[in-house]
């Protein structure tokens, strides 16, 4: 925050703002004002209407697409799953420019800014008709996009993902900055800002999947899209209104080159033995001004520990840091190299996670159902179906947060009731449950078509169930993803560890593709027929379902076998009581 006078430090003190020491010269740290819950309305409230606006327009895409743009179901799934893939991708980019170059509050508000033109884009592409192709009628010849009008809903799309790549890494974390790491009150906060941040948004979608929806299945495409780019002005107001009470956390440049030194640095040492005991023994050295936890030594991937071997060549400065760190590297550089390896295999179970979470044709099962509320006419809008997912979630939070935490901490003596494993290896588990569930209902739904009808007679709200188990894996194992990688992570790379979770997302977008393409080119000569024809009814989405159940089954096993290998951030092998995590000095701040 900004640098007020030495007097008025000495004297002035927050009490949630502990000092370093009593002296006041210019390597001291500044006083931090953490604002945590009163800067909560603008963080939470920029990103609750950032989701009012991008969840608005992508979860109808596939409709609108089919629909305005006359492509084919194949086609318009396929270039979502893309899309998805490559906005996941771009919080990689993101987070590296953020955690290196920018800071969490420049990337976010330029993110917002490319947000709010890339809805604008494609709200355009519904309100000028040499924006999309000619309406096409049942029976008529669909004319497809020309190069022109795909072109700019890309443009669109493009101006999306950049947003996407800047805010979905740092908002997060950025929250998480207001709150102080070293106050029994801020670590609490901490905890609980995960629950309720998934919890805001979550309302945010679902409130978009119904509203937003329907206003553009039933009123007007053009209104419709117009609502989600007027949601993230307000997005953008909301964010820049909050920008006096902000912690900006500056970059301490690339955290990338110090893991790749330790690498070099390893291997040019790979042929050297390591001492009998290396925590004692081995090059240790922390800068002063780090933001990054001191951690113990673990004997994991002990082949990197070669890099903070001294030989005669090395030598240090006058500070104790290496003269060269491609040469000698400390053992704190080769733990915090080490928690990234260690997270890796952990994160791939996210990709068959997703993928048996994400429930991508229950909008085309929904469109052939009976969508009547009741005996009432009114239909509701196909792609509201996902709001049931978000419904449970939203509900589960709440009570997970405040009364099943409290008791499991009381049984398990455990922070969090259950560790962040477990938390996790439920949410895969529910996705089998979940496919299951789906495999049936899609059974159900197909067998009530009655000859000539391309809608069955089955109530859509048969898709709850599944929808319902979705969101309570999403519960369990997103939130827990998202915790995982903040706090395993090094603290000068928790904007990368953010966009771990969405490359999972990506991955598993990419496989999804790749898995949805391959069913449908192997299935076409079957007896049984197409399994994801066009039409539904006249395939097998219930042996898609069963496939991916036996996917989900599989990865759970692997979780199995990572969470048993896992060593959590901060738990050390040699017991030596001076290698304890401690946290480093005070960040450094601007304005």
């Not at 890796?344 to 909008?363: E, K, R």
């Amino acid at each position: 925050m900004e640098k007020n006078e030495k007097e008025s430090l000495k004297t002035v003190v927050d009490h949630e703002t502990p000092f370093a020491a009593a002296n006041y010269d210019d390597d001291e740290p500044e006083k931090i004002n953490y604002r945590g819950i009163k800067a909560m309305p603008f963080i939470i409230g920029n990103e609750t209407f950032e989701k009012l606006g991008a969840i608005g327009t992508i979860s109808n895409l596939q409709v609108y697409l089919t629909t305005v743009f006359n492509m084919k179901r194949i086609s318009a799934t396929t270039l979502l799953n893309v899309f998805n893939g490559t906005t996941n991708i771009a919080t990689l980019v993101g987070a590296y420019l953020c955690d290196t170059y920018f800071g969490r509050y420049k990337t976010l508000g330029f993110a917002s800014i490319a947000s709010l033109f890339g809805l604008l884009a494609i709200a355009l592409t519904a309100v000028f008709k040499n924006l999309h192709p000619p309406h096409c009628s049942p029976g008529d010849t669909c004319v497809g996009p020309d190069v022109g009008q795909m072109a700019f809903l890309l443009f669109g799309f493009a101006l999306l993902i950049i947003g996407a790549g800047g805010i979905r890494p740092c908002n997060l974390a950025f929250g998480v900055d207001q709150f102080n790491p070293k106050t029994e009150s801020g670590k609490r906060g901490i905890d609980s800002f995960f629950n309720w941040y998934y919890f805001t948004v979550t309302f945010a979608q679902i409130v978009s999947l119904t509203l937003v929806v329907y206003v553009q299945s039933n009123v007007s495409w053009s209104i419709g899209l117009g609502l989600p780019a007027i949601f993230m002005f307000f997005s953008c107001l909301m964010y820049f209104v909050g920008a006096y009470m902000y912690v900006k956390v500056k970059p301490e440049g690339s955290p990338i080159t110090s893991l790749i030194q330790v690498a070099v640095a390893a291997t040019k040492k790979r042929r050297l033995k390591l001492p009998e005991q290396p925590w004692l023994s081995l090059f240790d050295y922390a800068p002063p001004k780090s933001i990054n936890s001191r951690l113990p030594y673990t004997e994991q991937f002990k082949f990197l520990d070669k890099a903070a071997i001294i030989t005669p060549e090395d030598k240090i400065n006058p500070d104790g840091s290496s003269s060269n760190p491609w040469n000698l590297c400390s053992t704190q550089q080769i733990e915090d190299a080490k928690c990234i390896l260690r997270v890796i295999p952990v994160s791939l179970t996210a990709i068959f996670y997703h993928i048996g979470a994400q429930q991508q044709y229950i909008v085309f099962q929904a469109l052939q159902s009976d969508r009547h509320l009741g005996n009432t006419g009114f239909q509701i809008p196909a792609a509201s179906y996902i709001v049931f997912a978000m419904l449970s979630l939203t509900m589960w939070v709440p009570l997970y947060d405040r009364i099943v935490v409290p008791l499991l901490r009381k049984i398990t003596k455990r922070e969090g009731g259950i560790t962040i494993l477990q938390r996790m290896g439920i949410g895969i588990f529910l996705t089998i449950v979940t496919s299951l569930v789906g495999a049936v209902v899609e059974e159900r739904r197909r067998s009530q078509v009655a000859p000539g009808s391309s809608v069955s007679a089955m109530s859509a709200m048969w898709l709850a169930p599944q929808l319902a188990l979705s969101g309570f894996a999403e519960a369990f194992n997103a939130i827990g993803q998202i915790e995982f990688y903040y706090k395993q992570f090094p603290e000068n790379m928790r904007s990368v560890g953010g966009a771990f979770y969405f490359c999972g997302s990506a991955a598993s977008n990419y496989v999804y593709s790749f898995l949805i393409s391959v069913v449908h080119r192997m299935s076409e000569g079957n007896r049984s027929g197409n399994w994801l024809p066009e039409d539904l009814n006249k395939g097998r989405l219930d042996y898609f379902y069963y496939l991916v159940a036996v996917l989900c089954a599989l990865n759970f096993g692997y979780f199995l076998v990572c969470a048993s290998w896992y060593r959590y951030k901060g738990d050390g092998d040699s017991g030596v009581s001076g290698l304890e995590m401690e946290t480093k000095k005070h960040e450094i701040h601007s304005v």
